[in-house]
């Protein structure tokens, strides 16, 4: 009996061991995806933020393909374009020096073009494309490959409300110690909203205007101020004829009057 239980805790053990190297591979193979770079992200410069952020994984392909039409962009383009290419030239070697990617410059010949031969390269080798090419990115996404689009990301990270825009905010405490006429009210992702004259509308939904914003390292907190209440104008009285005046009625009073009954 003994020899049984110490047999199935060994086996136990061992299937443990199984899953625990599974896991591992799976999450070593998430995280070693080679990342194609295109030519939009090097003009574009955001990757570098992206990079020291820790948003992008650490191995990173830039097809020489790319950086060829980096250069033909810098030699002949506008002067716009000359500018951008330049500077992803540029960024190409600055993420080759980073120690803490492994960036490798790939020799290849795009004979069918760069963007299809990124898409081809991701697909045969199962990596994802780093790309704000709408175009090309939308393509990546009906084949199946992964794509990291930094505008998508900016767009996500971006504030929901600007100054100058307006918004139904219920109050639910008021400000702090120092200024108790201020009234705090929090946005559906949990922003924090501090709202000037609002301390008395505890528990209210008041308009308010968004004035500006203040990125903090506990988050973001917005400023807005309470939009005063418009009054409803004032209804019309209506003015009646005096039965003095019924000797002035005319036949088109008399037909208004039929209407009315």
Known sequence: ????????LVLTQIELFILLRRRQAAFTRRHDTPVYVDTSSLMDGRIMAAVASGFTPRNLVIPRS????????ADNGDSDKRTKARHGLDLASELRENKDLNVLILDDAATDGVDEHLLALARKNG???CTIDYNLAKVAQVEN???LNINELAKQLRMNYLPGEKVSL???QKGNDKDKRQGVGYLADGTMVVVEQAGSDIDSTVEVEF?????TAAGRMM???KLAKTKAPAAKKQLGRSRSSSSRRTPEDNLVDLANQ
């Open 211 to 215: 004035i500006r914003s203040l990125q």
């Open 145 to 147: 490959i992964p794509v």
């Open 223 to 225: 400023f807005a101020r």
């Open 66 to 73: 790319v950086l060829a039409e980096l250069q033909l962009l």
């Open 127 to 129: 990596g994802a494309i």
């Open 1 to 8: 009996m003994e020899l049984f239980i110490i047999a199935l």
């Open 170 to 172: 219920k109050i639910v």
